[in-house]
């Protein structure tokens, strides 16, 4: 009785994504991947904050060639 069998965990599956749909499941896992992550850390007792990201350099604007008055 215990046991979950490849049949429940399908039916499992279908719920979740007629819950949630395709393009959100990602999401969700990507924000509870980083709550396990928040959470480990936290027991370890790391406050280890993560970096910010990199800033990539702002496009350097290019010349327009100048238009001659007639």
Do not use: D, Y
């Not at 499941?25 to 406050?47: A, D, T, Y």
């Amino acid at each position: 009785m215990g046991e979950f069998s490849i049949f429940h965990w399908l039916i499992v599956l279908a719920v979740v994504l007629i819950f949630f749909g395709g393009r959100r499941i990602p999401e969700v896992m990507k924000g509870l991947g980083e709550g396990i992550r928040s959470f480990k850390e936290g027991m370890s007792g790391n406050s280890h904050t993560p970096a910010p990201p990199a800033q990539t350099p702002a496009p350097t604007p290019t010349e327009k060639p100048s238009e001659e008055k007639k």
